[in-house]
């Protein structure tokens, strides 16, 4: 994925707060926790804004080098992709 691309929720998933699990995203017939940094990252998952743009901003907010920040969003980006969770 490039710098360009905007990840956003596949049709039919929804993050979802659940008082046992937390917050997991809901997809039909399936259920993925997610730990903080996958969340904080899945959040921003909006079709709008750009992967430069959201690791730019995870980068700032914990503090951390921007291609380390980078490098953990592809990861669960290739991953979550290959689920059918999020389309770009």
């Given at each position: 994925?490039?710098?360009?691309?905007?990840?956003?929720l596949?049709p039919?998933?929804?993050?979802?707060?659940?008082?046992k699990r937390?917050?997991?995203?809901?997809a039909?017939?399936?259920?993925?926790?997610?730990?903080?940094?996958?969340?904080?990252?899945?959040?921003?998952f909006?079709?709008k804004?750009?992967?430069?743009?959201?690791?730019?901003?995870l980068?700032?907010?914990?503090d951390?080098?921007?291609?380390v920040?980078?490098?953990?969003?592809?990861?669960?980006?290739?991953?979550?992709?290959?689920?059918?969770y999020?389309?770009?």
């Amino acid at each position: 994925m490039t710098d360009d691309t905007r990840p956003k929720l596949a049709p039919g998933v929804k993050l979802h707060t659940n008082a046992k699990r937390g917050t997991v995203l809901l997809a039909p017939e399936r259920i993925l926790e997610l730990d903080e940094l996958a969340l904080s990252i899945v959040a921003q998952f909006d079709g709008k804004k750009r992967i430069s743009e959201i690791a730019a901003a995870l980068a700032k907010e914990y503090d951390e080098n921007a291609d380390v920040v980078r490098a953990d969003i592809d990861s669960l980006l290739k991953d979550l992709a290959a689920k059918g969770y999020i389309k770009s």
